[in-house]
């Protein structure tokens, strides 16, 4: 990726959070069939590599914008933020959370451990319903802050606002990250998955 | 070499001529090519369209046959009879030690390139080492022959197939292995890919579809998307050391139990022995794909001359192979999982390799995706199909049909504390690429050095390595450097490097040292060497052929002889023929197809009384008994009279 090109620019977009999946599918698709190496073969060894790059590009960016999660994470990468990864509790449910991990380091054989198990992976199906709900109020705000911008022709004049929404989703995946490496290991002890 | 730099400079334009698909598989190997109308087929030769993947040899490591005519070997030498080298390729002898004990010709000796530090395991015939993709070249270049005998012009360019799970190292050995043996190799595919192009042809086959691949060596499962032309690999997964031959070798295990309770004698080491009895319940697992019951009969000269028959049922057959059947449900449920699929949400399964023709398998895969597979292509054809039908899409651009794979592994870089840091993950759709920038600790660093790996583990030692290199900076104040080195896997998920300078947005060169494999020299090398033996490799070809030839009369001769029509022979006649056998008998001992050649036409001559006087008694014999017999049987008179001329024709049949 060269400078001034993010993932949302191989499909043409400014960095919006919301973006339609049906139409990311069918855009990728048909980007695909212009771009992909295997349609430029009888162009020569140089079409080909040309075509390998800009088909990885469109690629990596339906990777990156495919998901809604990974799409908020990405943009928090292109803004030059970094989450603090999934391993650190998120510190507002830091004691909640150290009871949960010990739970699961309990004998699930013992019945009452796993009706707590169980308790739990309910409860952290319910967050994770709440997260995708958080992030598509952030996206809302944030989208039509980039709508405005790209209308006015220039940056948000609200940098206070932008500032405070990717502040918003960067402790929002945090938390997240966390809490879905704990459904995964309350799932794993379940056997459900 | 598993990592290629960008190598691509001014190339002729696509040469003409027919491009062929390849399956070059663990067990068989086909080729296959589109026709004018546009439909795939596989080419016929002598034996079918399955061209063992066999490489036979003489004695002294001198080339002897491929294909039908090695796979004979098997039994008879099998100290220099090579199998199942797919098995090997792209390994190192550490990787491969589990499988040493099934395969005869164990002598395998690791070399470590001098110059680059690449781990190869080489196979010693007598003293003369080859390389896994020294062997599978001489295997592709017989599908080569075989394709140019058929169309009479050269075939130089191949789509070859791969299992869809084969990392990097395995992959670029598939490619040297075309190039050694003088094959552009446009593309690779992975295997159950190719199978879904060749039944998505036809638009029936639209949906969500999952490709269950059970072959000889390995397993694959693949999830497709198939929509208008456009195949989309959602997930796959599978075992690249998973397959019909481990279900062989239960069999074999329990053979050997049988003889040793029953008979008091020890032959897992015996090769010989090993491989009858493996021929032996080959034949008994495909038996039971179609039949209850059945036997597997073993007689060995000089260990078991009174033979030993063992009855086997499907149920007990079942039982023994259901362990390994059942290694193949994880990856079938880890490929839904990472399509973010439910069972339900497959509408079709497809089924490919020989090994789904066992009815445990069908009823395993319908248990997991709860449906009924399809099978309507041969299981054992539709790969090569496939690729055919892919070479066609990338030389002739006339169908709108798009391929679009993903990589099956993951792709790492080392970090601190011997952490995998992923960077490419699995299931990403190729061409996929990821950039990392580098910086150095300390003032005045001069290197700084990058280990690529591949595999889903956290812990180096616990991933496939790939390569190391080493990026050159000039001596500089710490962290003031930037370089962004580019991993790219291309379409055939081989993996491509390049470095650039940020600040100076110079390319930087890099120079990439594998892990595993053959270098590009040496593989230039073996493209040499491949051809300086070409005339010889023709010639031990030859003999083969004429001794094949010579063996089959010799054994129908030696059945004439003791016909009653031959008394009729002269005692003159008679000594003629055994003195011109036993010139025939001396040339085999040779190498000279020519004398062979000789020998049978002179052997020939002399037999032509003999094959008068044979057909001679037949008519007589069938015209006695017509007149003797119902008209009802007539038929079967007139058949026996026509298999006796055919006989006399099997001896004396050379004039043609």
């Known amino acids: 990726m060269t400078a001034g090109q993010d993932h949302w620019s191989a499909f043409e977009l400014p960095r919006l959070l919301d973006i339609d999946p049906a139409w990311l599918d069918q855009t990728f698709r048909a980007r695909s069939r212009e771009l992909h190496p295997d349609r430029c073969f009888v162009d020569g060894p140089e079409a080909v590599d040309r075509a390998m790059l800009a088909s990885s590009r469109l690629n990596d960016a339906y990777r990156a914008l495919r998901d809604p999660f990974r799409r908020a994470e990405t943009l928090l990468h292109e803004e030059g933020l970094t989450t603090s990864g999934k391993y650190s509790p998120p510190p507002d449910m830091l004691l909640q959370v150290l009871d949960w991990n010990e739970l699961l380091d309990e004998d699930p054989a013992d019945p009452l451990t796993r009706v707590a198990i169980e308790e739990l992976s309910a409860e952290l199906d319910g967050r994770e319903q709440a997260d995708r709900e958080a992030l598509d109020a952030i996206a809302q705000t944030w989208d039509d802050e980039v709508k405005r911008a790209v209308q006015s022709g220039g940056r948000s004049a609200m940098e206070p606002e932008r500032t405070r929404l990717l502040d918003a989703l960067r402790s929002l995946l945090a938390r997240r990250g966390y809490l879905e490496n704990l459904r995964r290991r309350a799932a794993n002890v379940l056997g459900t998955r | 070499m598993p990592i290629e730099i960008k190598a691509h400079g001014a190339e002729p334009a696509l040469p003409k001529g027919r491009v062929v698909g390849i399956d070059l598989g663990t067990t068989n190997s086909l080729v296959a090519w589109v026709g004018d109308d546009g439909r795939p087929s ?142 552009e190799v446009l593309r690779i595919v992975n295997e159950p890919t190719a199978a879904a192009l060749a039944y998505g042809l036809d638009k029936r086959h639209e949906g969500t579809i999952a490709v269950y691949d059970f072959g000889g060596g390995t397993f694959d499962v693949s999830i497709l998307k198939v929509n208008d032309g456009l195949f989309e690999v959602l997930s796959t997964a599978g075992d690249t050391h998973l397959g019909g031959d481990d279900i062989d070798h239960v069999l074999m295990d329990r053979v050997l139990d049988r003889v040793r309770e029953a008979r008091g004698i020890d032959l897992a080491e015996d090769r010989e022995a090993v491989q009858t009895i493996r021929k032996a319940v080959i034949a008994a697992k495909c038996a039971l794909s179609f039949d209850e019951v059945t036997q597997i009969t073993i007689a060995l000269e000089g260990r078991l001359d009174v033979p030993l028959t063992l009855p086997l049922d499907r149920a007990t057959f079942d039982g023994l192979a259901a362990p390994i059947i059942d290694r193949t449900i994880g990856p079938c449920q880890q490929a839904i999982a990472d399509a973010r699929l439910s069972p339900a949400q497959i509408d079709e399964v497809i089924l490919v390799g020989g090994s789904t023709r066992i009815p445990l398998v069908r009823r395993r895969v319908e248990e997991v995706f709860g449906k009924p597979a399809h099978c309507e292509l041969d299981p054992d054809e539709v790969v090569a199909l496939g690729a055919a039908v892919q070479a066609d899409i990338l030389t002739t651009g006339r169908r709108d049909m798009l391929l679009l794979d993903v990589t099956p592994l993951s792709l790492g870089i080392e970090t601190m504390g011997d952490v995998v840091a992923r960077i490419i993950h699995r299931n990403s759709t190729i061409p996929a690429s990821a950039t990392e920038e580098f910086t150095t600790w300390v003032d005045g660093q001069t290197g700084v050095v990058i280990h690529v790996l591949q595999g889903e583990r956290e812990f180096v030692k616990d991933c496939r390595s790939l390569a190391r290199f080493t990026i050159q900076i000039p001596p500089m104040p710490a962290g003031l450097p930037r370089i962004a080195v580019t991993f790219l896997i291309d379409a055939n998920g081989i993996l491509h490097v390049t470095g650039r300078d940020v600040r100076t947005g110079h390319e930087h060169t890099i120079e990439v040292r594998p892990s595993y494999g053959l270098t590009d020299d040496e593989v230039e090398k073996m493209l040499l060497d491949a051809f300086e033996n070409a005339e010889a490799d023709l010639d031990a070809r030859m003999f083969v052929e004429a001794r094949t030839e010579a063996e089959s009369v010799l054994a129908a001769l030696d059945k004439a002889l003791r016909d009653t029509a031959a008394e009729e022979l002269s005692s003159i006649e008679r000594a003629e023929i055994q003195s011109r056998i036993a010139r025939l008998r001396a040339t085999l001992e040779g190498t000279g197809h020519q004398a062979v050649r000789d020998a049978l036409a002179l052997l020939n001559r002399a037999t032509h009384h003999l094959a008068e006087l044979m057909m001679d008694s037949a008519l007589k014999e069938a015209l006695r008994n017509k007149r003797l017999q119902a008209a009802l049987e007539e038929k079967d008179e007139l058949d026996d009279a026509q298999e006796a001329i055919a006989s006399a024709h099997r001896f004396h049949g050379l004039e043609r």
């Open chain 2, 42 to 183: 596989c080419v016929d030769g002598p034996g079918g369209r399955l061209v063992p993947s066999v490489v036979a040899f003489g004695e002294g490591g001198g080339r002897m046959a491929v294909g039908v005519a090695a796979a004979d070997r098997l039994v008879i030498d099998p100290d220099r009879t090579v199998y199942s080298v797919k098995r090997l390729m792209g390994r190192s002898a550490e990787d491969v030690r589990d499988e040493l004990k099934f395969l005869p010709y164990h002598v395998l000796r690791e070399d470590v390139s001098r110059r680059t530090g690449a781990q190869i395991v080489r196979i010693d015939v007598d003293g003369h080492f080859f390389t896994p993709p020294e062997l599978s070249a001489m295997v592709l270049r017989e599908l080569k022959l075989r394709a140019e005998g058929a169309f009479g012009e050269p075939v130089t360019r191949a789509v070859i197939t791969v299992p869809a799970y084969f990392n990097d190292a395995q992959r670029q050995a598939t490619k040297d292995a075309g190039r050694i043996a003088g094959l």
